[in-house]
């Protein structure tokens, strides 16, 4: 998946997408890559804040820490840290 789309976090307004619009961007995705783009774009869009982050995903800020860790491990450029 690629890191270039756009994911809005739930304190700004998202605009309204078609189910023709989402489908494709996910269809030949895994969950777990899925999961790792939502992650990192609620980073970037949260600046980097970990804790914000965390909250807004609905994660404790351990289990961000992990997923970030594990993202690290694999070569995959993260946010960086601004708490």
Not at 11 to 26: Q, R, Y
Not at 41 to 49: E, H, K, P
């Amino acid at each position: 998946m690629s890191h270039a789309s756009t994911l809005v976090a739930p304190e700004t307004p998202a605009p309204s997408l078609a189910l023709n619009e989402v489908v494709p961007l996910l269809i030949g995705s895994t969950v777990e890559e899925i999961e790792r783009e939502l992650v990192l774009q609620t980073l970037a869009r949260c600046d980097g804040n970990r804790t914000r982050a965390a909250r807004v995903l609905g994660f404790s800020v351990r289990t961000l820490r992990n997923k970030i860790r594990l993202y690290s491990a694999d070569g995959i450029d993260v946010p960086a840290h601004c708490d």
